[in-house]
């Protein structure tokens, strides 16, 4: 039998020439040390993805470019591999610094002075824009509440409501506050 650092050259070799049999040995045996690995790295990372994800992920990314990387010594594709993973806790990391805590929206909250939404209406009475405001859904709300009454930007609001952008969450304000305005539009006279 051959041992682990010269089977890894002949598994790769084969690997390379189409065995995808041998690669998926290769990449099996690296997994399983990674998984440990990586665990102990990930653990300060607050509400990461779960460690096989990333592991699994940065692996997927080294198996589409086995073809192109320099291999010449014992070891160099588990450093490879291990980098990769490396990579991927930081962009995790980072990407997680980045968003702001969620937070749960109450618009039951008293205001102290008459907010944006109560400005932006204007003379209608406040008993008809609750009513309104209520009629509106859950997310129309919670958006309308993160825009006008908490100064939001619109980035943040697209982190805090899970909107793909903030041009979604900006499309998503324009179209609560169409609905709000077409529900306390006076009724036209037939």
């Known amino acids: 039998?051959?041992?682990?650092?010269d089977s890894t050259k002949s598994l790769v070799q084969r690997g390379r020439q189409g065995d995808a049999a041998a690669l998926d040995r290769v990449f099996g045996r690296l997994v399983k040390r990674l998984?440990?690995?990586a665990h102990r790295r990930i653990a300060g990372v607050r509400r990461m993805s779960d460690t096989a994800d990333v592991v699994q992920d940065a692996?997927?990314?080294?198996?589409?470019?086995?073809d192109r990387l320099d291999l010449r010594k014992p070891g160099d594709l588990a450093a490879y591999v291990r980098r990769a993973v490396l990579n991927r806790i930081h962009?995790?990391?980072?990407r997680r610094t980045r968003?702001?805590?969620?937070?749960?929206?109450?618009a039951e909250l008293p205001a102290q002075h008459p907010s944006a939404l109560d400005r932006a209406i204007g003379n209608q009475?406040?008993?008809?824009?609750?009513?309104a405001f209520s009629r509106l859904t859950q997310d129309e709300r919670d958006v309308i509440v993160a825009r006008l009454e908490l100064g939001y930007s619109f980035d943040a609001?697209?982190?805090l409501l899970d909107k793909p952008s903030a041009a979604a969450a900006r499309m998503a304000f324009t179209r609560a506050i169409g609905r709000l305005r077409t529900d306390l539009a006076p009724a036209?006279?037939?």
């Open 59 to 66: 692996t997927l990314g080294v198996w589409q470019r086995i």
């Open 35 to 37: 998984r440990w690995w």
């Open 157 to 159: 609001i697209a982190a």
């Open 91 to 94: 962009d995790e990391s980072r």
């Open 99 to 106: 968003q702001p805590d969620p937070i749960t929206l109450n």
């Open 125 to 131: 009475s406040r008993e008809q824009c609750q009513a």
């Open 188 to 190: 036209k006279p037939e």
């Open 1 to 5: 039998m051959l041992d682990s650092q």
